[in-house]
């Protein structure tokens, strides 16, 4: 089986139902509906382009889009032909885009008519020349009349299980992100998985703000929606108002978001004056980040609703959830997904007993095989036991409780810094701050934040003075703007170990 033959079900069962229906959170975009007849029709015609222009199995196709559903046909397109796709996050810019640009090789980008600035800067100087770049606001362009009956399902290569669906780029430990590769098999263990547990149903309606570009919006959105033959209502991203809004009015019957998003629901339904009427969803989730137990139970208290945690990576896709039907803790994940099996273990990798902290490691059909041309990296993060499988170390820290099963995760071991759901990795912005012209060393940690439940501030050693706003339109040329520095302290030196090391673990204030 692959992702294609799951989805083909949903398509089957009600081609004239709307699989996607669209709307712009706060920009130009035009709303829209596609039924799954129309979405195969589109994906069709797109495939046959692709083939066209050159694109075979195995080659990877990058997507640089906002949440519209040029992406989800661009997407489906990509495992018609056999190709392989990577998401890029939107705010990546010029730094981070080269890298991933280099390191997947992509044979085609698709990109919004936007980001032609950007592209010109990059393709033939930073990135090789070899690269297509398609804007999907020019589709009409470069989509031929033939295309609409050039393609049928007797064209489709072959492709297995095993064979690589999508490269999640994910940030690295080493200063640049890492592609983790996700075979069909991998994505068709979580998807299957969650489709069961949280019991999904061919009439569920999902109200997704999430980006697409990320696990969260894609796997656990976008694929159990498509495969089930559900409707998905897309959004370019999260607005407090449409939400409140569209749940109100029975207009989704699931919804899944991040820590931050239901932060800002309990502020705004604290302030409104009547109670939400959510009656008709069936299911709220969290993940990507903890949720702190308070906003689960104010969330609760607003809406009658209880919050199910579940907890997830990029390399594995999802691993722990709440119970559908059963109690939902608040401050912890639940138990393993079907077919997920963890461990946690000290320093030494021992076997710790139910009850005690350690690393939890994770073994399944869902977890990766390797990240992209870094052999080094994967060996680093698997460890073998006695009988030769291979557990997958998370780097997060948890605790089992004995009696209920249930997980808690209780931080990382790494210095990952999670904002509103998205990783930021100390090092890429310590390695971009120390390029600014008078700035020696720099050091970056997350500090506990509300909105956001945590937000890097940046410790600076200068030989001069710094003016913070070159400083901040430097930083915002190099890299996503969620990752620059919200405060900016200056110090004479950072604490360091007798090894030279800096001693992060001084300079958080607050945790
Ligand atoms: C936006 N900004 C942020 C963040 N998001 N700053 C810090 N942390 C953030 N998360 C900044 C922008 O850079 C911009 O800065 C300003 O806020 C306004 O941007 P805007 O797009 O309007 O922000 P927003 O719409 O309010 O976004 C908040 C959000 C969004 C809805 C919470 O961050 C979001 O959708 N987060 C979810 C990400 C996600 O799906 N993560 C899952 C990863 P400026 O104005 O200075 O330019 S997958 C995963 O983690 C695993 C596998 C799992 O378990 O799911
Ligand atoms: P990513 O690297 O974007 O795939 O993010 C994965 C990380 O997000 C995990 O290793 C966890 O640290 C964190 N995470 C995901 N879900 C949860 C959750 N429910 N509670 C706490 N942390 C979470």
Same mark, same amino acid.
């Given at each position: ?262 932060? #800002?629901? &309990? /502020?705004?339904?604290? !302030?409104?004056?009547? %109670?939400?009427?959510? @009656?008709?969803?069936? =299911?709220?989730? *969290? ?55 963890? #461990?946690? &273990? /000290?320093?030494?990798? !021992?076997?710790?007993? %139910?009850?005690?902290? @350690?690393?939890?490691? =994770?073994?399944? *059909? ?146």
């Amino acid at each position: 089986m692959n992702l294609l033959t799951l989805f083909a079900i949903g398509l089957e069962r009600q081609p004239d139902k709307t699989a996607i229906e669209f709307k712009d959170a706060r920009g130009p975009l035009a709303a829209q509906k596609l039924t799954f007849a129309e979405l195969q029709r589109q994906v069709k015609r797109w495939a046959a382009a692709y083939v066209r222009m050159g694109v075979r199995k195995g080659d990877r196709v990058a997507l640089y889009l906002c949440n519209r559903p040029e992406f989800v046909i661009a997407y489906l397109a990509t495992l018609e032909v056999g190709a392989v796709m990577v998401p890029v996050n939107l705010r990546y810019r010029r730094r981070e885009l080269s890298h991933i640009l280099n390191d997947a090789e992509p044979a085609l980008l698709m990109i919004e008519d936007a980001h032609w600035p950007v592209l010109n800067e990059i393709v033939g100087i930073e990135v090789g020349p070899g690269l297509t770049v398609l804007s999907v606001d020019e589709a009409e362009s470069w989509l031929d009349e033939s295309d609409d009956r050039a393609w049928s399902d007797a064209l489709r290569p072959l492709t297995r299980g095993e064979d690589t669906a999508l490269i999640m780029y994910t940030s690295g430990t080493t200063g640049t992100s890492k592609g983790a590769v996700l075979s069909h098999n991998h994505v068709l263990a979580t998807v299957t998985g969650l489709l069961s547990a949280w019991a999904w149903q061919a009439d569920d309606v999902l109200l997704l703000p999430l980006p697409l570009f990320h696990t969260h919006g894609l796997v656990v959105g976008l694929h159990c929606a498509v495969a089930m033959g559900a409707t998905v209502r897309l959004r370019t991203g999260f607005d407090t108002t449409e939400t409140v809004e569209t749940l109100s009015e029975g207009r989704a019957t699931l919804f899944f978001a991040v820590p931050t998003i239901y932060t #800002r629901l &309990v /502020d705004a339904l604290a !302030q409104a004056e009547d %109670a939400p009427d959510f @009656g008709k969803v069936r =299911l709220f989730c *969290s993940g990507s980040a903890p949720l702190p137990a308070e906003i689960h139970n104010e969330f609760e208290r607003l809406t009658g609703k209880r919050i199910l945690e579940r907890y997830g990576m990029t390399e594995t896709g999802m691993n722990f959830s709440n119970p559908y039907a059963g109690p939902r803790v608040a401050g912890t994940v639940g138990t393993p997904l079907p077919g997920v099996f963890s #461990r946690i &273990v /000290d320093e030494a990798g !021992q076997d710790l007993p %139910a009850g005690e902290e @350690g690393e939890l490691l =994770l073994r399944g *059909s869902n977890v990766f095989d390797e990240y992209w041309r870094a052999p080094q990296k994967t060996a680093e993060s698997f460890v073998q036991d006695r009988l030769g499988n291979r557990w997958f170390l998370t780097g997060d820290l948890a605790y089992m409780d004995p009696m209920t099963g249930y997980v808690t995760l209780l931080g990382r071991r790494h210095e990952l810094i999670i904002s509103g759901g998205l990783n930021i990795y100390p090092r890429e912005v310590e390695e971009m701050l120390t390029t600014f012209p008078g700035i020696e060393e720099a050091a970056v940690v997350g500090e506990p934040d509300a909105e956001w439940g945590e937000a890097p501030v940046a410790y600076l050693v200068c030989s001069c003075e710094i003016d913070e706003a070159d400083l901040e339109r430097y930083c915002r040329g190099q890299l996503a703007s969620y990752k620059l520095p919200r405060r900016l302290r200056f110090v004479e030196a950072l604490p360091r170990n007798a090894m030279g090391k800096v001693q992060k673990h001084m300079l958080v204030r607050g945790g």
